[in-house]
């Protein structure tokens, strides 16, 4: 079934967007007598069905509520800036591996820097590509992608979660035994570096915070690929 996102609250009757439109009935040529699940800018979820198309607005009427059970754990990324395209591609594997909050946060080895104006101006960018790719995998709920935080005050907010951290020089301790060994956690925190990883104060500084160390394996991963390794792991332990 396909399944979309519209930035107004769900009603008995709907009008998507021109742009989501045309996606729906001339890019993906969905059938109209094929019902589509609608997520509203409310969260709410609903079952809908297009009964016509009039100047590129398709509306839709409603044909029942559906009600999301919560997820059982709240997975949280806390990925060091990248370069435009490995970035790119983080967001998009990450929002179809079901995360829930990705925090974009600037560490010391950044290769790539990106000032206030910047990163508000690839914002939309971001949350577009996200967009899509929760759309593709049948998602019901859109990831939240925070890029105003430091690396601490994540930590801060995040004081809640099993915080670990990916780190090359951590040789025995997995995601597998972090997981079995905090059971009771409901909100899961992995922080990835950047290209350069993480400097030695940084991983001290979120050990200090109550973190702890993991190993992805035995081989040194790029950034976006341990991003994407990581949270897998983190899927087939917690059974997601």
């Known amino acids: ?8 609250p769900l009603d008995t009757e709907i009008v998507l ?11 993906f040529r969905h059938n109209i007598n094929k019902p589509i699940m609608v997520t509203g800018s409310d969260q709410r979820c609903g079952l809908y069905t297009i009964v016509e198309e009039v100047q590129g607005e398709a509306r839709a009427e409603l044909i029942e509520f559906i009600e999301i059970n919560p997820a059982s754990y709240r997975i949280v990324l806390v990925q060091s800036l990248l370069k435009g395209d490995k970035l790119e591609w983080v967001l ?4 179809e591996l079901n995360v829930d909050t990705i925090y974009l946060v600037a560490t010391a080895n950044n290769v790539v820097k990106y000032d206030r104006k910047k990163l508000e101006a690839k914002y939309s960018r971001w949350e577009k590509i996200m967009l899509e790719a929760a759309q593709q995998c049948g998602r019901t709920q859109l990831p939240t992608l925070v890029i105003d935080e430091t690396l601490p005050s994540v ?3 995040e004081k809640k979660a099993l915080q670990l951290v990916a780190y090359e020089n951590e040789c ?42 993991v190993t992805l ?3 040194i991963l790029r950034a976006e690929t341990a991003a994407i390794t990581a949270l897998a792991m983190m899927q087939y332990e917690l059974e997601l």
């Open 155 to 157: 930590l801060a907010i």
């Open 172 to 213: 025995g301790y997995s995601i597998k035994h972090a997981l079995q060994n905090n059971k009771n956690s409901q909100d899961v925190l992995i922080c990835i570096g950047p290209e350069g990883g993480f400097q030695e104060n940084e991983i001290n500084d979120i050990i200090k915070s109550g973190g702890q160390s």
């Open 1 to 8: 079934m396909k399944k979309i996102f519209i930035p107004t």
């Open 17 to 27: 967007p021109k742009e989501t439109t045309h996606h729906v009935l001339h890019v």
């Open 92 to 95: 998009q594997k990450a929002t």
């Open 217 to 219: 394996g035995s081989t």
